[in-house]
């Protein structure tokens, strides 16, 4: 019996490609001071597939903090001010999440149907933890959930289990009862480190069913609309 689930939010609550492919160009661009060979560049060596435009699930542009992209895209041109990019690619993302993202589905309506089957929930997400508070926040989704946690919380980064544990602990639900809800194989490795009974795979992001399958997922469905049909 599942008693609680700790989601995944890019890819998972909002359509990867819908919400951030756009914003993440327009940030690679401001690293490489405006030049697109170079903005191209980047993105080529952290993550974009140049035929099909995807996005490798495990790579810093779908898996990695922002921090972390940062830290990649400033290593890859030789760009010494990381700190200063970073504040202003994460002033970027920040804004982008209190005025411009859509969910995948009503996500209060979502909560809410869930939390009336006695379920509590959770957040938690490579992004800052300032950023899903904001996310949540615009969704008018902030009072269903027991958890909210990123990368920068403390409780350590996917694909390690310290984000599914602080969750365990947070809501008082033993591990075995507990899901973990991605759309990446770091999704499943973190709910699988965490010893979660359950690992579900979604398909709004950037992986296939069968990099999540192999990933640990118990199971895979299109999106989290349909989340009922494997508690």
Known sequence: MIAAILFDKDGTLYDF???????????????????AERAKFLMEN??????????????????GSNRE????WCGLIQRADVDDVYQHVSNMFLEHQTNGIEPVTNLDLFFGRLK????RLGVATMDSEKAARAAMRRANATHHLDFICGYDTGHGVKPLGGMVEAFARQV???????????DSPH????????????????LTGVSPKEALLEAGAHAVIDSIAEIESVL
């Open 46 to 63: 952290s993550g974009k597939d140049p035929a099909t435009g995807k996005y490798g699930p495990s790579s810093p542009i779908a898996a």
């Open 172 to 182: 008082g639900v033993a591990l075995p009862h507990l899901a973990v809800v991605g």
């Open 187 to 202: 999704d499943m490795h973190m709910a699988r480190a965490g010893k979660a009974g359950r690992a579900i795979g979604v």
């Open 116 to 119: 009336a089957r006695g379920l």
């Open 17 to 35: 490609y819908h919400t951030w492919a756009g914003l993440t160009e327009q940030a690679a661009l401001f690293v490489a001071g405006g030049d």
């Open 69 to 72: 992209i940062v830290e990649v």
